[in-house]
């Protein structure tokens, strides 16, 4: 099935006439990335209670959405990893949702929670001494998650395959969230079709706008998926693996499972404490949602 079915966002058959849903909006993006992305959160550290008020977050925006729990009544599945110091952290979780049809295949669509707290690990500026609030990486990757949580559960009619959503954590200290959501067996493997992963998407630039879809061209079939002609003011950048292991998608990828990463890429921001809600470009957020919505069904 899987070497016949193959398929990126818009694998649903919607019609671009359909009724107007109120996503996404500026504000609702806004709202999403200044509260993950607030001083408060010191940084969404995984195994701390800031990490655990984030997934707490994502979770009651995903019961607004309507999508429903992977498990009954269970959104949140905490688990354990060592971190970079061999201590092992006690994670709030990732915190799962989904959109169910008649099918018995899915999507995955994800983007990791987690920042890296104070840098202690991992920081481009170490001796800072500043929280590193993770505006671009990665509170903008969910605040378009659940935007499109919202837009398709409001579509659900029209959908071709169930959808999972997946929030990630432990992606900064070595990609463990999607290890251990493939490893969990919570979702049938035999039955994930592809993995769209959105990571850092708030950076569109204004003077060269590229949106990088990389490991596009680990299959052909994204040739034909992609929109030939964007109505959108930006390039869309296929490329192969640019960083092995250096996101959710590469998880996917190493269990033969199709999938992508889009992505505005790297800034002078990234790992640092000026990665501030204050950086984002709203606007190119919306028109990145716009495109992915836009991508076309294989059925072959």
Not at 30 to 39: E, F, Q, R, W
Not at 153 to 179: C, M, N, T
Not at 188 to 199: A, E, H, P
Not at 219 to 235: A, C, G, H, R, Y
């Amino acid at each position: 099935m899987k070497a016949t079915v193959f398929i990126l966002l818009q694998f649903l058959l919607i019609s671009l006439s359909a009724q107007i849903c109120p996503y996404p909006e500026e504000s609702y993006y806004k709202y999403v990335i200044s509260t993950l992305a607030h001083d408060s959160m010191e940084g969404r550290l995984p195994g701390t209670i800031h990490e655990k008020r984030a997934a707490g977050f994502i979770e009651n925006e995903f019961r607004k959405t309507k999508c429903v729990p992977v498990k009954k009544k269970q959104y949140v599945f905490p688990f354990d990893f060592k971190n970079p110091d061999s201590v092992v952290v006690h994670s709030a979780g990732n915190v799962l949702a989904k959109i169910e049809t008649k099918s018995d295949f899915c999507i995955v669509v994800s983007a990791h929670y987690d920042h890296i707290g104070w840098g202690k690990h991992h920081s481009n500026d170490p001796f800072s001494q500043k929280i590193h609030n993770g505006a671009d990486d990665n509170a903008s990757g969910v605040a378009m998650l659940l935007s499109l949580a919202g837009w398709y559960s409001s579509h659900r009619d029209s959908l071709q395959y169930d959808i999972v959503f997946a929030a990630f954590s432990g992606e900064e200290d070595g990609l463990f969230g999607a290890k251990e959501f493939l490893k969990s067996g919570t979702v049938d493997t035999s039955k994930i079709l592809c993995n769209i992963n959105l990571d850092m998407v708030g950076h569109l630039d204004k003077t060269r706008p590229i949106l990088m879809a990389e490991s596009a061209l680990l299959f052909t079939q994204w040739d034909t998926v992609l929109p030939i002609k964007s109505e959108f003011n930006f390039i869309v950048e296929i490329s192969g693996t640019l960083f092995k292991d250096g996101a959710d998608h590469n998880v996917f990828l190493n269990a033969r499972i199709p999938g992508i990463l889009f992505s505005t890429g790297l800034t002078e921001h990234y790992h640092r404490p000026s990665d501030d809600e204050s950086t984002i470009n709203y606007s190119g957020m919306i028109e990145i949602h716009n495109y992915l919505r836009m991508a076309k069904t294989i059925t072959e």
